[in-house]
C-alpha cells in the first residue's frame, strides 16, 4: 500500500532561512566593526609606537670601535701597540652551506689546521648568527681575491680590524699580560657591571696584567653610526654619527732599558727580578723568567700550544715575581736584625758567639752554619756582614716567634703588597695562629707551636716563604727608613680625549714606628756586605756609588742532620736558590732591587752580580761588558734622571771587569 504524502511547510522554511540571514549579516557587520576598530587603534592610538618601529627597520645603529689605549714604558718607548689586519669572518646562518662555504674559501685562501682548529672553537662558544673568524691577518692577495668573489659567498666578509702588538714579547708578557676574546664568563661579568653596551661590536677584552687591571681605561667609549638602510638591509647612507672615544695612555713606572739588561743578564736562568724607586713605590723593572709570547692568546691559542706551555717543567706561565713564593734565605737577617733591636733583644755592641753549630737546648739536636768553621764571635752588624746563620739561630730562639712577627709584619712580609696586578701572592710570615690555622686538619701535636719552630726561621728557612716583590718592597721601605709607599707600575694615565694626565699617587701609606739610629746602624751592615770581608766582597769592587746588600742561599730541600750538601749529586730543581736584595745609593736611595735565580747555589755567585749590574745601568749607564751589542733599547727614549752618565754606556761598559775573590756562602 503506498505511503500517504506528507505536505511541506514552507512558511517555516522561509523564516528559518531569514533568520539565518539575520545571523550571518550581523556577524558581518560586528567583524566589519572589529576591523574598522583594528585600524582605528593601530593607525591612530599606536601611530607613534609602529611609526618607530618602522623607522627603526629603516635604520640601524651600527658600533664603531675606539682603539685600545696604548702602553708606555717611562721613556714613551711603547710596549704594547694597534696595528690593522684583513679578517676573513663568516656567519654561519647566511651561509648555504657551512661546510661547502668553508671548503670552497680555502680554494682562494690559505686555511691552516691551526685555522680551523680555532674556527670551530669559536663555533663552539658563538651564536649562528655571530660573525666567526675564520682566518686572521689576510695578506693583501688575499683579501683582494676574496672580495672579488664576494657574490658567490654569502655570509662571508673581509673585514679590517685592529690587533694588539706587544714588541717586547716574552720580555713584558707578566707586566702587560694580554687580551683575548670575549667569551661567555667576560660578557655575564660585563652584563652585571651594567658595561654590555660599550663592548658592542668588540670582540676583545684584557685578560690578565696590566690589560685587565686598567680595562675600563684602555677600552675607550664605543660610539655609533644611525645607517639608513633598504628592505634588503644594505646601507644607503650615514645619517648621523657618534665618534667613539679612544681608550687612554697607560705610563708606566718601569724602564724598558732596565727591563732589558735584567733579562739579558739572567740570559735563560729562571727565577725574578723586582727593582723599586724607594722614594715613590715605582716599580722600575718587574721580570719573570721564563715568559711567554703574549701575542699567543690574542686570536686564541690552540690546543697544543697550550699544553706544551702548561707542561713546561720550568713553568713559563708563572708569574714568579708576583706570585713565586721562595725561603728568603739570609736575606731575612738584616729584619731579623731590626726586630732584635726594636724589641731590646740585643744591642748595637753586644758581642756573641757565631760558631760553626747551634744546639737546640735540651736536646742534642744541631743546626751547622754555612761556614763550617764558624764565625768565632761577632756583633749584630758583624753577624749580617759574615752572615752567620749560628748568631742568628741563638738570635731567633731568645726572642721567640712572638716578638718576630709583629716586627716583621711592618715591613710587609706576610701580606700582599696592593700593587696594580691581580693575582698577587700573600706569602707566609709564620706566627702561632698562622700555624694553628695552617694545620688546623691535623692533629694537635702537629698544630702546636714549638719552641723549636723558631730556630730555622731566624736565618729565612722554615716556614717563611715569601715574593720576590715583597721583598723588594721590604727592602724599599728599610732603605727608606720606615717610609712605606705602595709600589705601582702605572705612573700616569693619559686621558685619550683632553691629553691630561692623572697621576698615580706617591704619598707614603704609612711610617713604621721605629728608631732612626737603628734604620742606620741596619744599612751600615748591610753596606758592609759588599765591603772586605763580606759575603758580596766580590760585588762591591769597583763601587762608583754607596751600595747596600744581603745576600741569600735558600735551600728547597732539607739536608740531613751531619749531611754535606752537594749540588752535583742532587737534581738541579733541588738545588738551592740564589738571592740577593740591595739598594742604592745608601745616603739617598734611589733603586731597590730583589734578585733570585732559581736553583743556582750561593747568592753571591748568581744573583748579587746581576744586581750590581744593573744597578750600575741604572746609577751610572754602563753596560755590562758582555752585553754591549745585544741590548735594543738603550739608545732609545731620553735620559733617565737618574743615570747622569747614561750617555757614555758604551764607552765605560770595559770598566765592569772586576778582579776575581773568593765568596762567602
Not at 65 to 71: A, E, Q, S, T, V
Amino acid at each position: 500500500m503506498p505511503r500517504p504524502t506528507r505536505l511541506k511547510n514552507t512558511r517555516s522554511d522561509d523564516e528559518q532561512f531569514e533568520l539565518r540571514l539575520i545571523v550571518a549579516y550581523g556577524f558581518m557587520i560586528l567583524m566589519f566593526i572589529v576591523l574598522v576598530g583594528r585600524f582605528v587603534y593601530l593607525q591612530v592610538m599606536q601611530h607613534d609606537h609602529y611609526m618607530t618601529l618602522a623607522q627603526n627597520n629603516r635604520i640601524s645603529l651600527v658600533p664603531t670601535l675606539p682603539n685600545r689605549g696604548l702602553i708606555v714604558d717611562r721613556n714613551g718607548v711603547v710596549l704594547a701597540q694597534n696595528y690593522s689586519a684583513y679578517t676573513l669572518e663568516v656567519t654561519p646562518s647566511k651561509t648555504g652551506g657551512l661546510d661547502s662555504t668553508v671548503e670552497a674559501l680555502g680554494k682562494l685562501v690559505d686555511i691552516t689546521p691551526r685555522d680551523m682548529k680555532r674556527f670551530k672553537k669559536f663555533l663552539s662558544e658563538s651564536r649562528n648568527f655571530e660573525p666567526v673568524p675564520l682566518k686572521m691577518k689576510l695578506t693583501e692577495e688575499e683579501a683582494a681575491r676574496v672580495a672579488a668573489n664576494g657574490w658567490r659567498f654569502p655570509g662571508v666578509e673581509v673585514k679590517a680590524r685592529l690587533f694588539r702588538d706587544y714588541p717586547f714579547k716574552e720580555m713584558t708578557s707578566h707586566v702587560l699580560g694580554y687580551i683575548g676574546r670575549i667569551n661567555q664568563k667576560d660578557q655575564d661579568r660585563l652584563d652585571d657591571e651594567g658595561k654590555t653596551a660599550n663592548y658592542r661590536g668588540t670582540d676583545y677584552i684584557g685578560k690578565t696584567g696590566l690589560e685587565a687591571v686598567y680595562e675600563d681605561d684602555l677600552h675607550g667609549t664605543s660610539g655609533f653610526e644611525e645607517v639608513e638602510t633598504d628592505a634588503g638591509g644594505h646601507a644607503i647612507r650615514t645619517l648621523r654619527r657618534t665618534p667613539p672615544i679612544n681608550g687612554n695612555t697607560l705610563k708606566l713606572a718601569l724602564d724598558i732599558r732596565l727591563q732589558e739588561v735584567a733579562d739579558k743578564l739572567f740570559g735563560q736562568r729562571r727565577g725574578a727580578l723586582v727593582a723599586i724607586d724607594p722614594q715613590t713605590g715605582g716599580v722600575l723593572a718587574f721580570l719573570s723568567k721564563p715568559g711567554f709570547d703574549p701575542s699567543l692568546f690574542i686570536d686564541g691559542i690552540d690546543s697544543a700550544t697550550w699544553k706544551t706551555l702548561n707542561e713546561d717543567w720550568q713553568k713559563p706561565m708563572v708569574n714568579r715575581a708576583l706570585r713565586g713564593v721562595y725561603p728568603p734565605g739570609s736575606t731575612f737577617k738584616p729584619f731579623m736584625a731590626m726586630a732584635a733591636l726594636e724589641t731590646g733583644t740585643i744591642g748595637y755592641n753586644d758581642v756573641r758567639a757565631a760558631p760553626a753549630f747551634f744546639t737546640l737546648p735540651g736536646s742534642s739536636h744541631q743546626f751547622r752554619d754555612s761556614n763550617k768553621h764558624g764565625n768565632g764571635s761577632a756583633n749584630l752588624a758583624r753577624a749580617i756582614q759574615v752572615s752567620s746563620d749560628t748568631f742568628f739561630y741563638k738570635l731567633a730562639w731568645d726572642m721567640g716567634i712572638d716578638k718576630i712577627h709583629p716586627v716583621l709584619s711592618q715591613f710587609g712580609l706576610g701580606s700582599r703588597t696592593g700593587i696594580d696586578l691581580d693575582g698577587e701572592a700573600t706569602g707566609v710570615l709564620p706566627s702561632k695562629e698562622w700555624k694553628e690555622k695552617r694545620f688546623a686538619k691535623y692533629k694537635p701535636e702537629v698544630r702546636r707551636w714549638y719552641p723549636a719552630d723558631v730556630v730555622s726561621i731566624g736565618i729565612g728557612q722554615g716556614f717563611n716563604a715569601y715574593t720576590p716583590l715583597q721583598m723588594a718592597n721590604a727592602v724599599a721601605i728599610m732603605a727608606n727608613d720606615g717610609n712605606v709607599f705602595k709600589p705601582h707600575l702605572v705612573q700616569e694615565v693619559v686621558d685619550a680625549k683632553s691629553g691630561k694626565e692623572r697621576r698615580i699617587e706617591t704619598q707614603p701609606t704609612r711610617q713604621l714606628p721605629f728608631k732612626e739610629t737603628n734604620f742606620e746602624y741596619i744599612k751600615h751592615a748591610m753596606e758592609t756586605v759588599l765591603k772586605p770581608g763580606g759575603t758580596a766582597a766580590r760585588i762591591g769592587v769597583g763601587l762608583q756609588y754607596t751600595m747596600a746588600g744581603k745576600t741569600g742561599t735558600a735551600q728547597v730541600v732539607a739536608i740531613k742532620q751531619g749531611a754535606k750538601y752537594n749540588s752535583a749529586a742532587i737534581s738541579e730543581q733541588q738545588r738551592d736558590h740564589s738571592w740577593f736584595v740591595a739598594f742604592a745609593p745608601v745616603e739617598q736611595p734611589k733603586i731597590a732591587v730583589a734578585v733570585i735565580v732559581e736553583n743556582a747555589g750561593w747568592g753571591a755567585a748568581a744573583a748579587a752580580p746581576i744586581a750590581r749590574a744593573l744597578t750600575d745601568f741604572y746609577m751610572l749607564g754602563k753596560v755590562p761588558a758582555d752585553l754591549v751589542g745585544q741590548l735594543t733599547t738603550v739608545k732609545t727614549g731620553t735620559a733617565d734622571p737618574n743615570a747622569a752618565a747614561r750617555a757614555q754606556a758604551e764607552r765605560a761598559a770595559a770598566e765592569q771587569e772586576t778582579p776575581d775573590a773568593t765568596p762567602s756562602p
